[in-house]
């Protein structure tokens, strides 16, 4: 069985760092990505950044682009959402999902209504306030 347990997230003054984990589990050869997703109250889920385990590619959204750094954990199968420069707009529930596509285009793509990740965590909150 896959689960997915984030943590990390907490109240940061923009222009701070925080980083997130993901602790997986149960995931097969099949699970080949990991990805990062966050949504705001009222606002579309949007996905951040993934990592594919079999090339080791990684891919973000333009937003977090050059501020955020994905990264895992091979031993313990955990990967990581370093994030620095946070600004007011990153505040979100993060979540890490599996069982998805993680090209070029992964947030193009994630943007599609109907386009779901196979299995995702419950979430921890980022709040960037001053």
């Known amino acids: 069985q896959v689960q997915l347990v984030e943590s990390g997230g907490g109240l940061v003054q923009p222009g701070g760092s925080l980083k997130l984990s993901c602790t997986a589990s149960g995931l097969t050869n099949d699970h080949d990505a990991v990805g990062w997703f966050r949504q705001a109250p009222g606002k579309e889920r949007e996905a951040v950044s993934c990592?594919?385990?079999?090339?080791?590619?990684?891919y973000y959204s333009d937003a977090v682009k050059d501020r955020f750094t994905i990264s895992r954990e091979t031993a313990k199968n955990i990967i990581f959402l370093q994030m620095d420069h946070l600004k007011p707009e990153d505040t979100a529930l993060y979540y890490c999902a599996t069982e998805l596509l993680c090209y070029r285009s992964f947030d193009a793509y994630y943007r599609l209504p109907s386009a779901h990740p196979g299995y995702r965590g419950q979430g921890t909150q980022v709040t960037v306030s001053s």
């Open positions: 990592i594919n385990f079999r090339d080791g590619a990684t």
